[in-house]
């Protein structure tokens, strides 16, 4: 089949990877030069919303899926009106703007942090008695990686910020999680459904630094809780492809903080670490293939790699990690790839983790 990416960045370059060998030919709409997917298939290099590369897109390819969350609404109707696009474009709407997602969230009664939105000065107030101090102010729109948002500890320091970031924030109760997770569920076409196990996040920054999955320790029935809240969301927007929610995990509750309608860097290490990777399940997704029930062999990790390269050397050196590279120039804060940790007893991964990161400069 002829699939179309919108974006060539990383992930992009995952799924094709993944998919060319299921015999798929790709097409990525692409207007950064030199993409990471760039050698996986063709590069139309135009703006996400130009009419003629859009009308390119629809011409090349049979089904049109996207890497990342932002992609114009007007791109995703007209795209939309002649092949499919999937994850269906109401999943674009419901995660571009962070009040809306933790909106349908509540409306599905998933739990999330406190939050009321937060655009002028009048709102302060309001915004401060519901999500209380400290809180998280994030813009509603185009956040990604921890930017676009601070910690507020008085209402002075949240009005100082809405002048700085605002409007259009969204005001959130800080939690104090026990730890991060996510939920990587998939979507068929045919209406079946998969999940992989509850993976465990650490970020820096805002920036996720490494997973371990399954997530130690996750009994099976907060598992069971996580499908249960993915699935509500799956079945709302009628999912085919990847859903991730990342999780907020609070003693034994699980908060939603935000979901992405594509595949997600907490679910790198299936490229390694299961039977099946998110990419190639998302692939089998979208292009109407069964999907595979994921297999998790052993306990596995995922360290990113960012801002600067390791000797892959070293790296390679490792027997139990495997290093992936996007093809990406060097720059501070940037995700130039990552390694994945497999085939370690349950003990023995955290000190796998930590002999990978020493090589990893930054
Ligand atoms: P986000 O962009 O919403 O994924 O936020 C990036 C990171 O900031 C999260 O992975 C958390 O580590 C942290 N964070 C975001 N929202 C909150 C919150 N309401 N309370 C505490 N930490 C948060």
């Not at 349908?104 to 401060?128: C, S, W």
């Not at 320091?157 to 959130?172: M, S, V, W």
Request: overall charge negative; glycine content about 10%.
């Amino acid at each position: 089949m002829r699939v179309g990416i919108l974006g060539g960045g990383q992930l992009a370059r995952m799924l094709a990877l993944e998919g060319i060998p299921l015999g798929h030919h790709f097409t990525f709409l692409e207007p950064a030069p030199d993409p990471p997917a760039g050698s996986l298939g063709e590069v139309v290099d135009t703006a996400y919303d130009d009419p003629a590369g859009l009308a390119r897109i629809a011409a090349a390819t049979d089904v049109v899926t996207y890497e990342f969350e932002n992609v114009p609404a007007s791109s995703a109707a007209y795209l939309a009106a002649r092949l499919p696009v999937l994850p269906p474009p109401a999943a674009l709407e419901a995660t571009q703007d962070r009040l809306a997602e933790k909106r349908l969230f509540r409306e599905l009664d998933i739990p999330t942090a406190p939050f009321h939105r937060l655009d002028t000065p009048d709102q302060l107030d309001a915004a401060v008695a519901v999500a209380g101090l400290p809180a998280v102010l994030k813009t509603r729109r185009f956040g990604y990686d921890g930017k676009g948002q601070t910690v507020v500890h008085s209402p002075a320091e949240a009005a100082a910020a809405l002048a700085t970031l605002g409007p259009g924030l969204i005001a959130e109760g800080f939690v104090r999680f026990s730890r991060e997770l996510s939920i990587l569920g998939v979507g068929g076409r045919d209406g079946s459904r998969v999940f992989y196990p509850l993976t465990e996040n650490h970020h820096r920054d805002g920036i996720l630094r490494a997973s371990r999955a399954p997530a130690p320790a996750a009994t099976p029935e907060l598992q069971a809780r996580a499908e249960r809240l993915a699935a509500r969301v799956m079945d709302r927007l009628g999912y085919v492809g990847v859903l991730a929610i990342e999780l907020f995990q609070v003693g034994d509750r699980l908060l939603a903080n935000e979901m992405a309608p594509r595949v997600h860097n907490s679910g790198h290490w299936t490229l390694d670490g299961a039977n099946v990777s998110q990419f190639e399940n998302h692939i089998r997704a979208v292009t109407g293939l069964p999907l595979a029930e994921p297999c998790v062999p052993g306990p596995a990790a995922m360290v990113n790699i960012i801002g600067e390269l390791p000797d892959p050397a070293a790296v390679a050196a490792l027997p139990f990690a495997h290093l992936h590279l996007y093809d990406k120039a060097p720059r501070p804060g940037r995700k130039l790839g990552h390694v994945n940790i497999t085939g370690l007893g349950e003990f023995e991964v955290a000190e796998g983790v930590r002999r990978v990161s020493e090589l990893l400069p930054g």
